[in-house]
């Protein structure tokens, strides 16, 4: 395929018939000789980590159009819509209404956080209409200990959880019956979990981790 050196290399999704870890070195070694070859490489796959591993710019497409296009990380940062923040990642979505906008951070009113949500948007909103604030299950700090009332605070008791090596990924249920999904980092070599099924726990993030969506 590449013996003429094209300016340009299609690859079908190239890596979905191979397991999973041989699938990530393959990975690194189509980085590898894109970078030696020199040419582009347009790689077509539904794998949304293969995408952010091996992409310079990711185009999302939707119903045959591209609805955003850009960096790994500001995909994946900064989606424009709430159908791409879905796409690429985990995320929870809150909706609500625009109960302030100004200096840059937006507040919103939610029947699912009492003390409201809040998140650093750039553009002035219109009060009362309506907007989705997107954070990831990563940017979610969990305590076990009460937390003070404020904006983006949420209390809650875990429903289930999963351990991944590297990460553990909680489910919590907070008012409503809503489930939202918070990941910690293993950074020790801890075995027995120090939060497990049911405990009361708070869930807290910072303005700038969130962002306004407003489609």
């Given at each position: 395929?590449?013996?003429?050196?094209?300016?340009?290399?299609?690859?079908?999704?190239?890596?979905?018939?191979?397991?999973?870890?041989?699938?990530?070195?393959?990975?690194?070694?189509?980085?590898?000789?894109?970078?030696?070859?020199?040419?582009?490489?347009?790689?077509?796959?539904?794998d949304q980590d293969e995408a952010m591993v091996t992409a310079d710019r990711i185009?999302?497409?939707?119903?045959?159009?591209?609805?955003?296009?850009?960096?790994?990380?500001?995909?994946?940062?900064?989606?424009?819509?709430?159908?791409?923040?879905?796409?690429?990642?985990?995320?929870?979505?809150?909706?609500?209404?625009?109960?302030?906008?100004?200096?840059?951070?937006?507040?919103?009113?939610?029947?699912?956080?009492?003390?409201?949500?809040?998140?650093?948007?750039?553009?002035?909103?219109?009060?009362?209409?309506?907007?989705?604030?997107?954070?990831?299950?990563?940017?979610?700090?969990?305590?076990?200990?009460?937390?003070?009332?404020?904006?983006?605070?949420?209390?809650?008791?875990?429903?289930?959880?999963?351990?991944?090596?590297?990460?553990?990924?909680?489910?919590?249920?907070?008012?409503?019956?809503?489930?939202?999904?918070?990941?910690?980092?293993?950074?020790?070599?801890?075995?027995?979990?120090?939060?497990?099924?049911?405990?009361?726990?708070?869930?807290?993030?910072?303005?700038?981790?969130?962002?306004?969506?407003?489609?």
């Amino acid at each position: 395929t590449i013996a003429p050196r094209p300016r340009m290399l299609l690859l079908d999704e190239p890596l979905a018939a191979l397991d999973k870890k041989l699938r990530e070195e393959t990975q690194f070694e189509l980085i590898s000789l894109q970078q030696r070859l020199g040419m582009t490489f347009l790689i077509v796959t539904h794998d949304q980590d293969e995408a952010m591993v091996t992409a310079d710019r990711i185009a999302v497409m939707r119903e045959g159009k591209i609805v955003q296009i850009g960096r790994p990380a500001e995909v994946y940062e900064q989606p424009n819509s709430r159908y791409v923040a879905d796409f690429i990642g985990e995320v929870n979505l809150f909706e609500g209404l625009v109960a302030g906008s100004e200096e840059g951070l937006v507040s919103l009113s939610t029947p699912q956080a009492p003390q409201g949500l809040a998140a650093m948007h750039d553009e002035a909103l219109p009060l009362g209409s309506t907007a989705w604030i997107a954070v990831r299950p990563e940017k979610i700090a969990l305590s076990q200990e009460p937390l003070p009332p404020g904006p983006n605070r949420l209390p809650g008791r875990i429903a289930d959880y999963g351990y991944l090596g590297d990460w553990t990924t909680y489910l919590v249920e907070i008012e409503g019956g809503r489930t939202i999904r918070a990941a910690r980092a293993n950074d020790s070599r801890l075995v027995e979990r120090p939060m497990g099924c049911d405990d009361q726990v708070w869930l807290s993030f910072a303005p700038d981790a969130a962002v306004v969506l407003v489609r």
